[in-house]
């Protein structure tokens, strides 16, 4: 419109000279005080934008790492890791079966407290007191055969009886149907030697005085080199195991805030310090990745 104006294209019919001069800018001015007021006015304030919903931020997977370790070992492991009092575990091949090695000592103990301890006499505790002693802290064999020859002459199901009481489906100890069927008399999954460990630290299954015996030596065993090797700052109960091409080791790492259950096994036909790096590096990565941070 205002070009229009300018321009003197736009006129009224019937008006000429200077009166068509005056009416133009009577009609001008309006407009050109509008334009200025509207260049002079600040710009509304932009709409406050309203946040679309957020993803929730998704956990990485503390056992990533751990799987890729295993994948990548040279020969066949399993890991099963709980961090005691809550719901975290890591298990990576948890349920495939392995010799025992020295960790069913634990299974023998919890036999003998369980199912011969309460009926005999004080000298005969006292033996089994001190066989126990020696199977956790120095892994001593003969110790180990003498308990199980008792077991079998005194209560020939006691070993049955806690694979039953724990709901371990895949563990023997000593037996003739897990050397038919896997060539070893002594087999277990790393989650369910978790689960021997677990009922001796908790108490609930022996009661507190003969759990208080075991744990104590389980805490003081001549054996460093693997779950315990990077945990310089925590105390850790735990029990090893070794056949030849065979390495293992279950325990607890209690950092003061934290208790870390690991429970690792770990069979190759490399030399023995392959297998003993591979258990105590993966203990410690289990422990980053399960405790409060």
């Known amino acids: ?151 079998a002459a005194r209560k020939p199901d006691a070993l049955t009886k806690v694979l039953a009481d724990l709901r371990l489906t895949h563990t023997r100890i000593h037996s003739g149907e897990a050397f038919r069927r896997y060539g070893y008399h002594s087999v277990t999954t790393p989650r369910e030697m978790a689960a021997v460990f677990e009922a001796i630290y908790d108490e609930a299954y022996l009661g507190k005085e003969m759990s208080a015996i075991l744990k104590e030596e389980l805490a003081n065993t001549i054996f460093h080199e693997e779950i315990p090797r990077f945990m310089h700052k925590s105390k850790v109960l735990h029990k090893v195991g070794q056949l030849p091409g065979l390495l293992c080791d279950v325990g607890i790492v209690d950092d003061g805030r934290d208790r870390i259950l690991i429970s690792i096994f770990a069979a190759t036909r490399r030399a023995d310090p392959y297998a003993s790096n591979f258990i105590a590096h993966t203990s410690g990565d289990v422990y980053n990745a399960l405790r409060t941070k």
């Open 1 to 151: 419109m205002l070009l229009l104006f300018f321009s003197g294209r736009f006129s009224l019919r019937g008006l000429r000279g200077k009166g068509c001069v005056i009416i133009r800018w009577l009609f001008v001015l309006p407009l050109l005080a509008a334009l200025f007021l509207a260049a002079c006015s600040p710009a509304p304030p932009a709409p406050k934008s309203v946040p679309g919903p957020q993803a929730a931020d998704t956990p990485a997977d503390p056992g990533a790492g751990i799987r890729f370790g295993v994948e990548w070992f040279d020969g066949q492991a399993g890991v099963f890791a709980k961090k005691l009092g809550s719901r975290q575990t890591i298990a990576v091949n948890a349920d495939s079966v392995f010799p025992t090695a020295s960790t069913h000592k634990l299974v023998v103990a919890l036999a003998v407290y369980r199912y011969l301890y309460p009926e005999a006499a004080p000298a005969q505790r006292h033996e089994y007191d001190k066989a126990i002693k020696a199977m956790m802290v120095t892994s001593d064999n003969p110790a180990f055969y003498r308990l199980v020859d008792e077991i």
